[in-house]
């Protein structure tokens, strides 16, 4: 698997604006899908909006649509999640992720699916 490296962080008040960027470490690879996953303190890893590198398509937590757009540079093997106002609970850490196969729909919601993953970076949104 590879590493990958998400960037774009920070700290924010409620109704701020975050992009988050994702792309790997060292060589590129050929991945099916990437995404987004968020673990807030004391909570489980959850979804939070993934998108299929060759059609294009992109699928949404219930909680952040609307909200978040996630969309990639294919030129630079690199995925985006755009965060738009941010509300405190959406505070959390976020991980990048990808994987080299298939996935539709709910199935691309399953972290499991994900072998490679990223460190994480940390979204700090004050009220």
């Known amino acids: 698997q590879v590493q990958l490296v998400e960037s774009g962080g920070g700290s924010v008040q409620a109704g701020g604006s975050l992009r988050l960027s994702c792309a790997p470490s060292g060589r590129s690879f050929k991945t099916y899908a990437m995404a987004w996953f968020r673990q807030a303190p004391g909570k489980e890893r959850a979804f939070v909006a993934a998108?299929?590198?060759?059609?294009?398509?992109?699928y949404y937590a219930d909680s952040v649509k609307g909200q978040f757009t996630i969309s990639r540079d294919n030129a630079k093997n690199t995925v985006y999640l755009q965060m738009s106002s941010l509300k405190p609970e959406d505070t959390a850490v976020y991980y990048c992720?990808?994987?080299?196969?298939?996935?539709?729909?709910?199935?691309?919601?399953?972290?499991?699916?994900?072998?490679?993953w990223g460190q994480g970076t940390q979204v700090i949104v004050s009220s």
């Open positions: 998108i299929t590198w060759s059609g294009g398509s992109t």
């Open positions: 992720a990808a994987t080299q196969y298939y996935c539709s729909g709910s199935g691309c919601y399953d972290p499991l699916w994900y072998g490679s």
